[in-house]
C-alpha cells in the first residue's frame, strides 16, 4: 500500500520535534511491513517548516488560521500523489510501536475508514498524565483513497474553512454524509496515542485537568520511545 501522511505543525517547535521523529519512527514500521509512504505537512512559520523538512517531509505554507482551511490545504495537496491510504497525524502527538501492526492488518483487510477512540493526556512540564475515551481521533485514522476522491468530486473540501475547533466530528459529518461509512476501530485496553499538551496548545492540559471525572489521572502503560527518550535528555 502507498499511504500519505497528511500532518501540521504550528509553533510549539520541541514538541513538534518530539512528535516528528515518532511519526518518523512509525513509517519506518510500517514500510518495514512492505508499504511506501510520503507526508505532506502544512506549516505556518519557516521553523515549522524546517523541522519538518529535517524529518524528509514535504511541507506547504498555509496561515495557520482558520485551522480548518490549513487542514483542506494539505489534505488536497496529499492527494496530488498517487496513495491507497491517507493517514492523519498531529505534530503534539506520539504512537505506540504496536500501532503500525494494527494499522497495517485494517490497510490488509481493505477496512475503508479506521481510526482509534482513545488517547493519553501528557502534561508535556509536569509528566501528569489523564484518559480521554469514547470518540474518533484523526491521530493514525486511515481512509481510503476512493472515500476522499468521492468527498472531494461531490463537495471539493475535506474539513469547513471556518473552523478552529471540531474538525473530527466535522469530517465524520461530511464522510458520513457523503460515503455513508462510520469509522471501523479495534477493542484496545488502553490507548495507542499519546497527545502532549503544553500552556500555548489550541486544547491545552489545563481544559482536562478541571474536568477529572471524565479524564482521570492514570499511569501511562505502552511503548512510546521518544517520550522515555525525551526524558532521558
Not at 13 to 20: G, V
Not at 150 to 172: C, M, T
Not at 188 to 206: F, G, H, Q, T
Amino acid at each position: 500500500m502507498i499511504i500519505g501522511v497528511h500532518t501540521t505543525a504550528h509553533r510549539r517547535y520541541a514538541i513538534s520535534k518530539i512528535a516528528f521523529a515518532a511519526l518518523r519512527r512509525t513509517l519506518t514500521e510500517l514500510e518495514a511491513l512492505g508499504h511506501q509512504t510520503y507526508v505532506v505537512c502544512g506549516v505556518s512559520h519557516p521553523k515549522s517548516a524546517s523541522i519538518a523538512k529535517s524529518f524528509g517531509f514535504e511541507t506547504v505554507m498555509t496561515p495557520n488560521s482558520p485551522v480548518g482551511r490549513k487542514f483542506d490545504v494539505v489534505m488536497h495537496k496529499v492527494l496530488e500523489r498517487e496513495c491507497d491510504y491517507v493517514m492523519e497525524y498531529c505534530s503534539d502527538n506520539v504512537l505506540d510501536t504496536d500501532y503500525s501492526n494494527l494499522a497495517h492488518e485494517a490497510m490488509s483487510a481493505g477496512v475503508p475508514y479506521w481510526g482509534l477512540t482513545s488517547f493519553y493526556i501528557l502534561n508535556h512540564r509536569t509528566k501528569q498524565c489523564r484518559l480521554f475515551k469514547g470518540s474518533l481521533s484523526n491521530v493514525g485514522r486511515l481512509t481510503r483513497r476512493y472515500l476522499l476522491d468521492k468527498i472531494k468530486r461531490r463537495k471539493n473540501f475535506f474539513y469547513e474553512h471556518r473552523l478552529q475547533r471540531g474538525l473530527d466530528a466535522s469530517f465524520n459529518k461530511i464522510m458520513w454524509e457523503v460515503n455513508k461509512t462510520r469509522a471501523d476501530y479495534p477493542e484496545l485496553e488502553r490507548p495507542y496515542i499519546v497527545d502532549i499538551k503544553n500552556e500555548v496548545s489550541m486544547n491545552p492540559y489545563a481544559n482536562f485537568s478541571q474536568k477529572n471525572s471524565l479524564f482521570p489521572i492514570v499511569s501511562l502503560s505502552g511503548n512510546f520511545p521518544e517520550l522515555q527518550q525525551n526524558e532521558n535528555e
